[in-house]
């Protein structure tokens, strides 16, 4: 029996990809009928396959915003869809988030027959044709979020096999968040998008609705005329090479400014440019399989890559050729089946990664990649868009470099950090101090030593920061558990410090609490790290004990200016957090001490309250 095999040791059988792809197809001919359809059998070996139907109206795509998304704020449901550290919510097609949560979790049956595979242990996968791909791709994510994730509840119950998601023609779903959080998750190799070379409706996204809002009801009637095998269908071919010609022109905007982005051009004007020209958010995610017509299948998983062979594989040599596109644009979405047949026949697969082996031109001869230029031959990719796959590896290459030069800095980090820890904390007990108390005197010169060894870690830490805001580490790098303790243990060691810094030379009468307004960007990102690799045990915002000190002090400061009674209530909250904090070792016993700040300033609270 034939596999294709794809990137990761993920292998999959070409009858279940055409089966997936019947079962696809036919949900979605039936889509006003069922959202789903779930076909399975006894066998224990046998997976167990869901597949969606879509929806073929334009509030079924574009929901009141140009691109027709919105942030995906449901924690409960997707709460890994988000940045860690910017803190900031993916993007999703709003219309096919509603259908799902609406129409799918909203049926009790979805949920119970999900459950019931899991606990026989069957292999899952999700499947849709068109926007019940979509679909299926939230269902997948849905289905991660609550069976695979290491801290989910119901992990620890069931142990599933892992699911797959194959789709078919199918629009971009989310955007560049969207896309970074599957790959930092290690989820987007679960997700397998088979397009055809010039099927147009993987692509329609990349415009917004203004822009083909007069041909697009025209031609989505024709492809639900299609969609339930009505022979006589047809479009106006006017229609169509309008159609085709709008979301190319789009397209070609999103690509040439990404593609720009992709080799580090720093022109104002293209950001000035971007304010003015609509782009579309969307980004792909998973791994691409691309039709090219010829029996040939196109494998490749760097999402900056797909975004721009999504573009130039579909692009027109000359403008004659303009009707004859358009029309197989629309005629190909309804052409897998024979496609594939053709290809699981031949499995003549070319993976384009690692994008090293891309010739940049279309006569190369060399032995190592004649294979490789002749399926980019077969895509009709240009030299420039051969180009544009180079800058994705280049990005890709950088990301990494980064990482690596960022873990040289390792040692220094854990030098530093060993000083503070050992030396500077001996030295203040010494004095009956910790080190908050000890750095707020600075009266010795371990106390100089200590704020050069703040400063240096700030520094490193810093340039972390900076690099992931700007998305220049892999997207892994927020998940690592070895940066996430590591940021945690500087955190709580470090964080003290600069609280006392602040209130020493008394930056809260200038420019407000330092919670408010100076915690630096370095200590909110590495706590969230925390939280998010906790995320099950410890709610968002709420592992604040490197902040104690800074509580203490604005305590402090409300007491002598409001009395006790207004902020009793923060009191007692604050000493039931230490209490926590101490007997999990989250914070040194050190705030005990008799000197402590905190200590003198309990004691200093009404008789009858202590």
């Known amino acids: 029996m034939a596999s294709l095999n794809l990137e990761e040791n993920i292998e999959i059988d070409t009858e279940l990809i055409k089966k997936a792809y019947s079962l696809a197809v036919k949900a979605h001919s039936k ?22 139907s879509g929806c073929w109206s334009e509030n079924g795509w574009y929901d009141g915003e140009p691109f027709g998304v919105t942030e995906i704020n449901l924690p409960l449901l997707f709460p890994s869809l988000r940045s860690i550290g910017v803190n900031e919510n993916a993007l999703v097609n709003k219309a096919f988030l509603q259908r799902f949560v609406d129409k799918i979790l909203g049926n009790s049956n979805f949920d119970r027959e999900v459950q019931k595979a899991v606990k026989e242990n069957k292999q899952i996968l999700f499947t849709g044709h068109s926007s019940g791909g979509s679909i299926a791709n939230l269902a997948t994510i849905w289905f991660l979020e609550k069976y695979l994730r290491s801290d989910s509840p119901d992990n620890y119950k069931i142990s599933p096999s892992s699911p797959l998601c194959v789709t078919f023609g199918c629009p971009l779903t989310g955007n560049h968040i969207f896309s970074h959080t599957l790959r ?57 090479s309008n159609f085709y010609m709008k979301v190319m022109k789009n397209a070609s905007s999103v690509v040439s400014h990404a593609a720009c982005n992709l080799m580090g051009n720093t022109n104002l004007l293209l950001e000035t440019v971007s304010n003015f020209i609509p782009l579309s958010p969307y980004k792909p995610f998973g791994t691409y399989v691309f039709c090219t017509g010829n029996g040939k299948l196109v494998i490749l998983r760097n999402p900056d890559a797909v975004l721009q062979l999504l ?107 060993k000083f503070l820890e050992e030396d500077y904390q001996l030295n203040g007990r010494h004095r009956g101090l910790g080190c908050y108390d000890a750095f707020k005197l600075h009266e010795t010169p371990k106390d100089f030593e200590a704020n050069v060894k703040r400063l240096e870690l700030a520094g490193i830490w810093d340039e972390i920061i900076e690099m992931l805001k700007r998305y220049e580490l892999p997207d892994t790098f927020e998940g690592l ?25 008394l ?22 790290w925390r939280e998010h690799a906790d995320r099950n045990k410890i709610p968002a915002e709420s592992s604040g004990e490197s902040c104690f000190w800074a509580e203490v002090e604005e305590l402090r400061i409300k007491i002598s200016s409001q009395g006790f009674e207004p902020i009793k209530k923060e009191v007692l909250q604050l000493e039931d957090q230490v209490l926590d904090w101490i007997n999990n070792n989250k914070l040194d016993r050190d705030v005990l001490l008799e000197k402590s700040t905190f200590k003198k300033w309990w004691e200093d609270l009404p008789r009858e309250h202590n």
């Open 31 to 52: 889509s006003s009928e069922k959202a789903y359809n779930v076909e399975g059998s006894r066998r224990s070996s046998d997976p167990i396959i869901f597949s969606f």
């Open 311 to 417: 573009f130039y594989s579909s692009q027109l040599c000359t403008e004659e050729e303009c009707a004859d596109i358009a029309q197989r644009s629309l005629q190909q979405h309804f052409g897998y089946e024979n496609e594939l047949q053709d290809s699981f026949q031949m499995l003549n697969e070319v993976y384009l990664e690692p994008l090293e082996q891309i010739p940049l031109s279309s006569d190369s001869t060399s032995s190592d990649i004649a294979t490789i230029n002749s399926a980019l031959n077969d895509l009709g990719l240009s030299t420039r868009a051969r180009l544009c796959l180079c800058a994705a590896r280049e990005l890709e290459k950088r990301k990494i470099g980064n990482k690596e030069s960022i873990d040289l800095k390792k040692p220094d980090i854990e030098r530093a950090m």
């Open 507 to 528: 930056k809260n009468e200038d420019t407000k609490a330092y919670m408010i307004r100076g915690r630096p960007k370095r200590y909110r990102f590495t706590q969230r």
């Open 481 to 505: 558990i070895d940066w996430v303790l590591l940021g945690t243990r500087y955190r709580r060691l470090v964080e003290p410090l600069d609280i006392a810094n602040y209130y020493r030379h």
């Open 184 to 240: 930092r998750e290690n989820w987007a190799r679960y997700f397998i998008h088979f397009v055809m070379r010039y099927d147009i409706v993987p692509r329609i996204l990349l415009a917004p609705i203004s822009s083909i809002k007069l041909e697009f009801q025209k031609v989505f009637e024709f492809l639900n005329a299609k969609s339930v095998n009505l022979a006589h269908a047809s479009i106006d071919t006017f229609d169509a």
